[in-house]
């Protein structure tokens, strides 16, 4: 599984529609039905239940949207925080120096 699934099953979720998330993500319908397929195939359960029109989440369905909401924020926040590490190193490198003294300082006068 990785990062896609979760965001495309979030997609159809949300959509309560594989086609109308397929727009929504601006691809088209049968990728996203393989993918949703996958990853159904992957945790060895139907997310959804297929209606005449659209779609219901399972009860793993259901459990997985809290989980999958958890993971890809948690994703999308260590991705800022690298993001906003490199341009902090690369705006002041000074500090990672200054950091590295004051540790070094610590380290030599620990008895």
Request: aromatic share 4%; proline share 5%; net charge positive.
């Amino acid at each position: 599984m990785d990062l896609r699934h979760l965001r495309y099953f979030l997609a159809v979720a949300d959509a309560r529609s594989v086609t109308r998330a397929a727009e929504l993500l601006g691809i088209r319908q049968p990728p996203l039905s393989q993918q949703i397929q996958q990853l159904e195939r992957e945790v060895g359960s139907p997310l959804f239940n297929r209606l005449p029109r659209g779609v219901a989440l399972t009860q793993a369905g259901l459990r997985l949207v809290q989980d999958a909401r958890a993971i890809l924020a948690q994703a999308d926040r260590a991705l800022d925080d690298a993001r906003r590490a490199a341009r902090g190193a690369r705006d002041h490198p000074h500090r990672l120096h200054l950091l590295r003294g004051l540790q070094f300082l610590r380290h030599a006068h620990d008895p």
